[in-house]
């Protein structure tokens, strides 16, 4: 019986998937093994962390691979068919040529890995679309890198030899089952059904990395969350999940509008940075909310004018920070999605074409203010309280330098899982102020909060408590507000307090209803304010700010005095030099300045009709050349950093 079941097509195919498992395991620990000098803080407890993150990726790519394969295992068909030598034979070549290839990509970003410092995707086929000398680059690797090669025919032998297949239906005695000779044609039918669909749930579990409102099926971002630095993403990638994830990716190509020698006359990322501008008493601690879908729309502090003077909104505690606080007129978010919105704030990466963290570059080294703050000997913590890993927070929380991650799995308070996404927000938040009470100061703590999200609801105690409005989302919006006001009731009780520098944002507008709100300009409006006990309160309608000032105006009013790298500059203590506003509004770039709104489609200004100011344009033409030609050579930090 023992000996049945082992034949049995199911557990053969399981196996089967097994071993591959196996040889990308022994491949990825010969791909540090060669190249072992570009990775020299890694630790053997590191690397066993990283060989099991890249388990998580084996998964994905090896259950793309072997889709076809799996299926024809699996499918509850005739007994008769799924031994059938030729059935077997044609889901062998479905085993075999998918899986070779696989080998053969990851052998060859063995050695390549040391000239792109990533794991291939697809952009090398733009890359080097008219290069008519590949066969020969790859011909002489071969001989020269002849390990690597040897290594690589090894895998595909053990592969090949190893591979198994149910014997034919002649070994049996019966012409259904494997397990019983007499089980009836139903119970084999109703058997195998349920085994696949069991398989069929397991393999979409392991594709998405999981399953539930809060996941998204893993990029290479990922990967980041188990390194101590970007590089070290190509021990836990593997290159078809590389090239997979990067398939549907607008893949950027380098731009040329100006001669490089002229381009930083225009725009560049490189700041040079001042203690002089630093305020308050130093050294000052930070908090930096980011506020779930906290569209400027429901603020009644910047509208009222609004229906004739009678618009009140729904954030009745953030109207009376606003009034204590430095805002702007102005105000504006680099993205529509909630992905676009840390490397925004957190390292003055905006979204252009595509979320960052979805790009094939999203392995990049970046700077970020808490990179930077780490530096001064500042504690950094991120918090977010939907389970870890979602979203790919924890993955860029770690990329851009966190000392610290706190989600769902360290949240330490009541029960109050919202049933869909996170902790709700009142008690995410008293968490985290009980979490920064016991941080060594300096600290910078940032929050993304996640209550004000989809299917919209409020804790049962608050039903009805906070004003309906006209959209589902008011009401969250309104609890949230509450949730912040808790927050800042507790935090005036902390020592702390009196030296904190306060910012808070939003990741990006939601459901909009107002006319004013419903244009290219007003679909990215979201509130920017710095607040910390004593300031003078400021509405600034002079300075265009968007989510990737906020780093380098955090930077100068902490007094950073070293050089560091953001797309956006200090609009906090200085006005700025450039006083625009830059985002994407599919297909254009825009610039936003106080009164115009620029569209540029990559070649022609669209919009507006008359001529604009040329120094506009030309910035924002050199913006969008630093930032690509940078992310595809991956320079997102400064030469000194």
């Given amino acids: 019986m023992a000996n049945k079941l082992w034949q049995h097509p199911w557990v053969v195919g399981v196996c089967n998937i097994a071993l591959i498992f196996v040889l990308y395991t022994l491949q990825r620990l010969f791909f540090y093994w060669v190249n072992m000098d570009l990775f020299p803080d890694v630790t053997f407890r590191h690397l066993l962390e990283l060989l099991a993150g890249g388990m998580r990726f084996d998964v994905t790519a090896l259950f793309y691979l072997n889709s076809v394969y799996m299926l024809l295992m699996w499918l509850p068909l005739p007994w008769t068919w799924r031994t059938n030598r030729t059935y077997q034979n044609i889901a062998k070549w479905f085993y075999w040529v998918p899986n070779i290839v696989g080998i053969l990509v990851n052998s060859v970003d063995t050695v390549y890995v040391r000239f792109s410092d990533r794991r291939t995707t697809t952009a090398f086929f733009s890359e080097f679309e008219n290069d008519d000398n590949l066969a020969s680059i790859f011909f002489t690797a071969m001989v020269q890198y002849w390990y690597v090669t040897l290594f690589t025919v090894a895998l595909i032998a053990i592969l090949i030899l190893l591979t198994r297949q149910p014997k034919p239906l002649s070994t049996f005695n019966s012409q259904f089952s494997i397990l019983n000779s007499q089980l009836s044609t139903l119970t084999y039918y109703l058997t195998e059904t349920v085994l696949f669909c069991i398989s069929v749930y397991f393999v979409v579990i392991g594709i998405r990395s999981g399953f539930g409102a809060y996941t998204r099926p893993i990029t290479l971002s990922n990967a980041l969350q188990y390194t101590n630095q970007p590089r070290e993403t190509m021990i836990v990638l593997n290159t078809p999940f590389s090239l997979m994830r990067s398939t549907d990716s607008q893949t950027y190509q380098h731009v040329y509008y100006f001669e490089q020698d002229a381009l930083a006359g225009h725009m560049t990322p490189e700041h040079k940075a001042s203690a002089t501008t630093a305020i308050g008493e130093q050294p000052m601690n930070v908090i930096i909310f980011i506020l779930e879908s906290f569209s400027k729309e429901y603020i009644g502090f910047f509208h009222h004018d609004w229906h004739d003077g009678t618009y009140q909104g729904y954030t009745p505690f953030l109207d009376s920070l606003l009034a204590q606080s430095v805002t702007y007129t102005h105000s504006f978010a680099s993205g529509r999605k909630s992905i676009d919105a840390m490397p925004s704030i957190l390292s003055s990466i905006p979204m252009l074409i595509e979320p960052y963290i979805v790009t094939p570059y999203a392995t990049n080294a970046i700077s970020s203010v808490a990179a930077c703050l780490n530096e001064k000997g500042y504690t950094t913590s991120f918090f977010h309280g939907a389970p870890n890993g979602s979203m790919g927070f924890q993955a860029f929380a770690r990329s851009a330098g966190f000392d610290r991650y706190y989600g769902m799995n360290e949240y330490d308070g009541p029960d109050a899982f919202d049933g869909t996404w996170a902790i709700w927000d009142e008690e995410f938040l008293q968490y985290m102020g009980r979490t920064l009470s016991q941080t060594q100061e300096p600290f910078l703590g940032a929050v993304f909060t996640a209550s004000s999200h989809h299917p919209f609801r409020v804790p049962e105690r608050y039903e009805g408590v906070f004003p309906q409005g006209q959209i589902p989302i008011h009401q969250c919006i309104g609890y949230t507000d509450h949730a912040l006001h808790e927050f800042f009731a507790y935090a005036q009780q902390q020592p702390w307090y009196d030296h904190t520098l306060f910012v808070l944002t939003a990741d990006h507008t939601n459901q909009l209803i107002e006319p004013e709100s419903l244009t290219d300009r007003g679909v990215y409006e979201v509130p ?114």
């Avoid at 509004?585 to 990559?602: E, R, T």
């Fill in 528 to 641: 920017i304010l710095f607040y910390y006990p004593g300031i003078t309160p400021k509405v600034d309608s002079a300075t265009v700010i968007s989510q990737t000032d906020i780093m380098p105006s955090v930077l100068a009013a902490v007094g950073y005095d070293a050089p560091y790298f953001a797309f956006g500059e200090d609009a906090f203590t200085q006005p700025k030099a450039h006083n625009y506003a830059i985002c994407y509004n599919n297909p254009v770039y825009q610039l936003i300045a106080d009164s115009i709104l620029i569209q540029f489609d990559g070649q022609h200004v669209t919009q507006p009709a008359q001529s604009v100011p040329t120094e506009m344009v030309d910035y924002l033409k050199a913006y969008i050349q630093q930032y690509i030609n940078r992310m595809i050579d991956n320079r997102l930090t400064c030469p000194s950093e």
